[in-house]
Structures are given as C-alpha cells and as structure tokens.
C-alpha cells in the first residue's frame, strides 16, 4: 500500500517552512529597527549625536548605512559588539557618544568610500590622511557648525 500522501511529514515540513519564514522576517524588520536614528537616539548618549545627524547631509541615512558594514555577515557580529559596547557605556552614565575605535573608523571610512566613490575619483589627496574624517570630521553631525562649538567633535 502506498503512504498517504499529505502525512505528517508534509505537515512539518510546511509547518517549519512557515516558521522559518516568520523568524528571518521578524529578524529582519528587526535589523531595519535597530538601524534607525529613532532606535539609536533612545540610548541617552546618542540623542545629541541624531540631533545633529537630523540636520545634516545625510538625514536621508540610517546610522548603520555609515556606522556598521553593509555586508550582512560583516554586519551582525559587529552591531552585536558595538551595540553592547554603547550599552555598557550607558549604564555606567556616560553623556556623550563613546569615540570610535579603529575597527568603527575603518568601517565608516569604507562607508565614505563606497557611496562617494565618483567623488573619490576626482580627489588628488586621497592618499595624504588615513581616514576621510581626517578632513571631514563630522561631516554627518553638524558640519556647518564650527568643530570648536561641536560637542560630539573628537579626535
């Protein structure tokens, strides 16, 4: 006699299609929450840092489109790091954005690189500094305003 043919496997498996389905979708609406300034900001330590992204340039950017890799493997270990590092930091009481590390500076410089790549093309000094925010400091955060008066201006 031939097996049924909706048995039970067929029930687990359309059954754990669809919760597969459900969690990549609920990680991913995730992930796009968790890149928002509106999420970033409800740390106390990074409102004036989406203060001042609000007005800038870039308004148009999650944090996460400059500030984690774009590579989605890249991306989940070092938002799971970066994301504890401002954790802690806020719970220990720190007012300000934490400067960034070497790590984050390289990330946001292949950030800068990636999205201005027609710009980088025409730049003769791309090679005198490191970094792109070494001449574009906080290009993203209140660039029009002068460094000296800029709170989140770091080195």
């Known amino acids: 006699m031939d097996a049924p043919r909706n048995g039970p496997w067929l029930k687990l498996f359309l059954g754990g299609l669809v919760a597969g389905v459900v969690i990549v979708a609920a990680?991913?609406?995730?992930?796009?929450?968790?890149?928002?300034?509106?999420?970033?900001?409800?740390?106390?330590?990074?409102q004036e840092a989406a203060i001042t992204h609000k007005l800038s340039t870039h308004a148009n950017l999650s944090c996460n489109d400059c500030h984690a890799p774009h590579n989605l493997m890249a991306k989940l270990p070092f938002k799971a790091k970066e994301g504890l590092r401002d954790f802690f930091a806020n719970v220990q009481g720190k007012?300000?954005?934490l400067g960034p590390n070497d790590t984050t500076r390289a990330v946001v410089n292949a950030n800068c690189i990636a999205c201005h790549t027609a710009t980088n093309t025409d730049v003769a000094s791309m090679n005198v500094k490191p970094y792109c925010v070494d001449c574009h400091r906080n290009v993203a955060h209140m660039r029009h305003k002068p460094i000296s008066t800029r709170m989140v201006a770091y080195e």
């Open 27 to 46: 990680l991913a609406y995730g992930m796009r929450v968790s890149d928002t300034r509106p999420f970033c900001s409800s740390c106390h330590i990074m």
């Open 95 to 97: 007012d300000v954005p």
